[in-house]
């Protein structure tokens, strides 16, 4: 049974595009449009990555399979997909993974609930999110338009899901353009995600160690694409059938990337369960006959459904080799690990004012960079936590809070809340919740609990450190135009601030930005 593949390429991608295949259908779009990278950057010659020549030595097991280990699967089904959303298939995965991991027990999410209010937002946001909007230019329904870990990830951060599958049950081939009610954006949530770490692909150690201790992983990779003799392309150039693994080389990679039009590359987001350092290199090799240049595989969860001829029971290895996963500068050679609660242990507010998937960002003139929003209490709430996203590795934070800001220029002219900074360490870009502990939530009234009432003014900053001198990134949801995707973000004087070492400024004047920090009340 081969799968149906119709392919269109979106527009948005200029270098590439990211095209999720599908069991019947693939569609265009994909990958966040300012996340990628030029496809040119690719390196130059074909090498074994330092780290998975290094990861043999490491205190690591040699294989790992989430869906038997001691005996206990952390592994949910294998769905199907019908639409161009393998990205929320590989999203919910990962989730429905984690929750396994930490005992939640089993989740059944919804991947058109993902999909659907990731473009389409709802008549009432939620709280600080009205006005931003995410719109398609093209005539392509969202369940087609495509996605990636970082389509995902922004949505579900604003809480906008995940909902589980009984609620929005996903539909049949024939229901492309079903459309969902608004009470399904957040009212119905099962779940939230508090966590993401986005780990790049050829760090092999780190991506293992994150499968052991956070469950699977949401990925990306590109699929060679036959299209002459076959409407709906011929993988098997570069995907062994008999095997059910997949790998493409230098030479098979740049003639499609070169050609684009007979010989296509078409991008697919997948979940990653497992690994083996001894999967034989002579299991790959399709009809192209190429092969890695040492033994080792990566284990995935597909959502083709069972008894497709690339992956016969839902699953399939891919290469540590693949030349996409280890010599291209693209932001899908990451994956994406999500933490996650059951709604009954979630936050019940959250204040933001990112509500798109906007990587925008600012940089900073030396290795230290300041981020900040200011927040008005809509009732009597306890801080509990506070939230911001990242795109550096290997930071420092410190976090402080500062109560009714007297001066509009500086968010920290307020009174400290905090008895000293939170601070610590992050090895991974990504979004971060810090939970505030009791003994510093002592400043201000002298209780033991960060009290506000309600028009209480408060201010998050916090401040970011490479540790390795780099100069810091501050993520921004600011309104962007691309030729098929349009964000717009709204923000009003006096919300978001960013000091670049300058001083400070207030980024949220402008009307159509606001920075990705968020605060969490009970």
């Known amino acids: 049974m081969k799968r149906n593949i119709l392919l269109k390429f979106a527009a948005v991608m200029t270098a590439m595009a990211l095209t999720c295949t599908g069991s019947w259908a693939a569609t265009s779009g994909g990958l966040s449009p300012a996340r990628r990278v030029a496809a040119q950057q690719a390196t130059v010659t074909e090498t074994v990555p330092a780290a998975v020549a290094s990861s043999a030595t490491s205190s690591l097991p040699s294989s790992y399979d989430l869906r038997n280990v001691s005996g206990q699967s952390f592994v949910t089904s294998v769905k199907t997909q019908n639409f161009g959303d393998c990205w929320s298939f590989a999203a919910s995965s990962a989730i429905e993974s984690n929750l396994l991991k930490k005992g939640y027990g089993t989740y059944d999410l919804s991947e ?28 392509e329904d969202y369940s087609q338009f495509g996605g990636d870990y970082f389509t995902a ?15 929005a049950p996903y539909p049949d081939e024939d229901s492309l353009d079903q459309t969902l009610p608004d009470s399904l954006a957040f009212s119905r949530n099962a779940a939230q995600v508090q966590n993401i770490d986005w780990v790049k692909m050829n760090n092999i150690s780190a991506v293992k160690a994150k499968l052991m201790s956070s469950g ?49 590359l078409d991008g697919h987001e997948v979940c990653l369960v497992g690994w083996d350092d001894n999967f034989s290199r002579d299991n790959f090799g399709g009809t192209a006959g190429a092969k890695p240049p040492a033994d080792g595989a990566w284990l995935c969860k597909n959502s083709w459904g069972t008894g497709m001829d690339e992956c016969e029971d839902g699953y399939f290895w891919i290469s540590y080799y693949d030349y996409y996963l280890y010599n291209v500068a693209d932001s899908l050679d990451y994956v994406a690990f999500y933490d996650a609660v059951p709604i009954s242990s979630a936050y019940d507010r959250i204040f933001q004012y990112d509500g798109t998937a906007s990587d925008a960002k600012v940089r900073s003139f030396t290795s230290t960079a300041k981020t900040a929003s200011v927040f008005t209490s809509d009732a009597s709430r306890t801080l509990k936590a506070v939230g911001f996203t990242t795109y550096n590795n290997n930071l ?9 800001p007297t001066n509009s220029s500086n968010p920290t002219s307020g009174t400290p809340m905090l008895s000293a900074p939170l601070k610590g360490s992050l090895q991974y870009q990504g979004f971060h919740t810090i939970t505030i502990p009791s003994e ?26 490479s540790n390795t001198g780099y100069r810091v990134s501050i993520p921004l949801d600011s309104s962007r135009t691309y030729q098929d995707i349009q964000y717009i973000s709204h923000s009003v004087s006096g919300q978001s601030y960013y000091n670049l070492g300058r001083g400070w400024r207030d980024c949220s004047k402008s009307g159509h930005s606001n920075t990705r920090v968020k605060a969490y009340a009970e």
């Open 112 to 139: 058109i609930q993902m999909s659907y209010f990731a473009y389409d937002d709802p008549i009432v946001s939620l709280p600080g999110l009205k006005g931003d909007k995410t719109q398609l230019l093209v005539d």
């Open 153 to 167: 990830g922004m949505s579900l951060i604003r809480g906008y899901g995940p909902t589980s599958e009984s609620d």
């Open 216 to 264: 699977a992983g949401d990925m990306g990779y590109y699929i060679y694409d036959d299209y002459r003799t076959n409407s709906n392309g011929d993988d098997s150039a570069y995907w062994n059938l008999d095997n059910n693994c997949y790998y493409i080389n230098k030479s098979g990679y740049n003639k499609a990337d070169a050609d684009g039009t007979n010989f296509v």
């Open 396 to 404: 420092s934070y410190s976090v402080q809070i500062y109560k009714n």
């Open 440 to 465: 510093l939530a002592t400043a201000g009234d002298g209780t033991a609990a960060i009290s506000l009432n309600k028009g209480d003014k408060f201010s998050v900053v916090v401040t970011l450190t």
